[in-house]
């Protein structure tokens, strides 16, 4: 069984640039996730999508963050414009739904590591 | 907003010993409890979850509950170098909380010696 796919791995971009991380989940789960952890933390979830609608974005800076899932399979992520303090590694995150029961495990992605200069 | 909170280490231990993780949370209605493992610049691995009081124990590692005091922990029995690594606690969040939402400590850092 295929992982969690992310991509890019690495990206260094200049501060108010734009960058957009994309994230493949495992085939078949619902539920997918978008962390943010910073050196030295914990992650911290950003958005969750059940299927392509959002669960729970409460922790996303909507002013320059946004995702979307639009069929409910891949999801990208994009920051305009970035700001220093996003530097991190953003973490993917996918879980499976059986018997309309979300199971407890959530399988991470690589993440992509940014840092904003 | 609910805090898990770890002692962050680093915490050393020689091969062959009893590594011990403690993770506190604030959310009395919490119901569920993970650990992760993660290695240095890679994602998190999920270990061990536990839902009841009590010992869980797979393999090298137990982990333990006690709801009344809001306290998980992890024991690493006959710790390998291998297991050195960042161990994260994490909660899922009780009524109140996204279903399926996750909310980790900073983790502790784990080194076993040869």
């Known amino acids: 069984e295929a992982g969690v796919a992310q991509s890019p791995r690495y990206k260094i971009i200049e501060k108010r640039q734009s960058v957009a991380f994309w994230c493949n989940p495992i085939?078949?789960?619902?539920?997918l996730y978008w962390y943010q952890q910073i050196l030295g933390q914990g992650p911290k979830l950003l958005i969750q999508?059940?299927?392509?609608?959002?669960?729970?974005d409460s922790q996303l800076p909507k002013d320059r963050f946004s995702a979307e899932r639009l069929k409910g399979v891949d999801s990208t992520l994009k920051i305009q414009p970035a700001k220093l303090e996003d530097s991190a590694v953003y973490l993917c995150?996918?879980?499976?739904?059986?018997?309309?029961?979300?199971?407890?495990?959530?399988?991470f992605g690589p993440g992509t590591r940014l840092l904003v200069l | 907003q609910k805090e898990v909170e770890q002692n962050s280490g680093p915490l050393s231990v020689p091969e062959g010993a009893i590594a011990s993780l403690n993770c506190t949370y604030s959310?009395?209605?919490?119901?569920?409890f993970f650990w992760y493992r993660q290695y240095s610049g890679k994602s998190p691995e999920l270990i061990m979850f536990?839902?009841?009081?009590g010992d869980k124990e797979d393999g090298r590692f137990t982990a333990q509950l006690n709801k009344a005091s809001q306290y998980v922990s992890l024991l690493i029995r006959d710790s390998q170098p291998s297991d050195s690594a960042t161990y994260l606690c994490?909660?899922?969040?009780?009524?109140?909380?996204?279903?399926?939402?996750?909310?980790f400590g900073r983790g502790t850092q784990l080194t076993v010696w040869p």
């Open positions: 995150a996918s879980s499976l739904v059986r018997d309309r029961v979300m199971q407890e495990t959530q399988y």
């Open positions: 085939s078949g789960h619902a539920t």
């Open positions: 999508f059940q299927n392509n609608g959002v669960v729970d």
């Open positions: 959310d009395r209605g919490s119901q569920s």
């Open positions: 536990i839902y009841s009081n």
């Open positions: 994490a909660v899922r969040g009780g009524r109140g909380s996204t279903l399926g939402r996750l909310y």
